[in-house]
């Protein structure tokens, strides 16, 4: 279960997402979709380093949240980021509200 939160802000700055070139995207112009030339982005990205890709999901209120790593059920979309999460982070239940 996912039980620590961080502010946007603090992710931004702490992990840096890159930019979506690749479309007019959401999300302050950095999430990626789900399908096309942004999930291969993703994939690719994924393949490179997995602790650079963030999950975006759909929560339980008015709010979306990105869990850290790549994740298809419930997806939304996805941040690469530069900075890599560690796995300690993840299995805490690093989650970041948006």
Request: aromatic share 14%.
């Amino acid at each position: 279960m996912r039980k620590r939160a961080m502010n946007w802000d603090l992710f931004i700055k702490r992990y840096k997402p890159i930019k979506n070139e690749l479309a007019d995207a959401p999300i302050d112009g950095l999430m990626f979709e789900t399908y096309g030339k942004e999930f291969k982005a993703v994939l690719k990205a994924n393949k490179r380093n997995p602790f650079t890709i963030w999950t975006v999901v759909d929560g339980t209120s008015d709010h979306c949240y990105a869990i850290p790593g790549y994740h298809f059920v419930n997806r939304l979309g996805y941040f690469i980021c530069e900075a890599p999460f560690t796995k300690e982070e993840d299995e805490k239940g690093l989650t970041v509200k948006i």
